[in-house]
């Protein structure tokens, strides 16, 4: 395990008391991996296990925005626990379905926010991104009801993708004519406040 700071003990005695301060804090190590961490391709069988309860949201959420940033129609998650309710630190969490999504052949003749290059109609594996940035327009952006509309969103097509490229830029369209590469305008992330 790396070295643990003070604030990480105190914090982690907060979150478990009454345990043992190594368990305690070996748990939130593992609870701060769990809630960092990219979720990789959904897949039927994906599971994550000794979940505490108060971490549960944060990781259905990861799961929502994975399955909105890879165009699928839909996620069925299980949530279980042994010897319920004395396993409360031990939920196991389990992707048990995927639905497929549809070609992403709608990001054509857009650019990517990686590379710059045009995604083409044939490329499945294009994905939009939900940016933890504020957008400073109206279209297009994203957002739901916790957190409120106005969230920046960028485009990656397949190769960037499956290179792991993350966006340098936003998407923002100016006009209402998508199909028109001039109406389209590529923001730089860095000029973008963070969403907290």
């Given at each position: ?31 701060q991996y769990m809630e960092s961490s990219p979720v990789e391709e959904l897949k039927p069988g994906m599971g994550w296990g000794g979940v505490h309860l108060e971490t549960v949201g944060k990781l259905i ?136």
């Amino acid at each position: 395990m790396s070295e643990v700071s003070p604030g990480e003990v105190k914090a982690a005695m907060e979150r478990y008391p009454g345990i043992p301060a190594t368990l305690a804090v070996a748990k939130y190590k593992l609870d701060q991996y769990m809630e960092s961490s990219p979720v990789e391709e959904l897949k039927p069988g994906m599971g994550w296990g000794g979940v505490h309860l108060e971490t549960v949201g944060k990781l259905i959420q990861k799961l929502v925005n994975a399955l909105y940033e890879q165009g699928k129609k839909g996620i069925t998650i299980t949530i279980e626990a042994e010897d319920f309710p004395d396993s409360w630190d031990h939920l196991w969490i389990e992707v048990k379905e995927v639905g497929p999504g549809s070609p992403r052949t709608g990001f054509a003749g857009r650019p990517c926010c990686a590379c710059k290059e045009i995604i083409t109609g044939d490329d499945s594996k294009a994905s939009a991104v939900m940016l933890q940035k504020k957008a400073k327009w109206d279209y297009p952006t994203w957002g739901n009801v916790v957190d409120g509309t106005g969230k920046a969103i960028a485009l990656v097509c397949g190769k960037c993708h499956e290179q792991n490229h993350q966006p340098e830029y936003a998407l923002k369209l100016n006009g209402d004519d998508w199909t028109d590469l001039k109406n389209i305008e590529l923001v730089p992330l860095s000029e973008l406040e963070d969403v907290e």
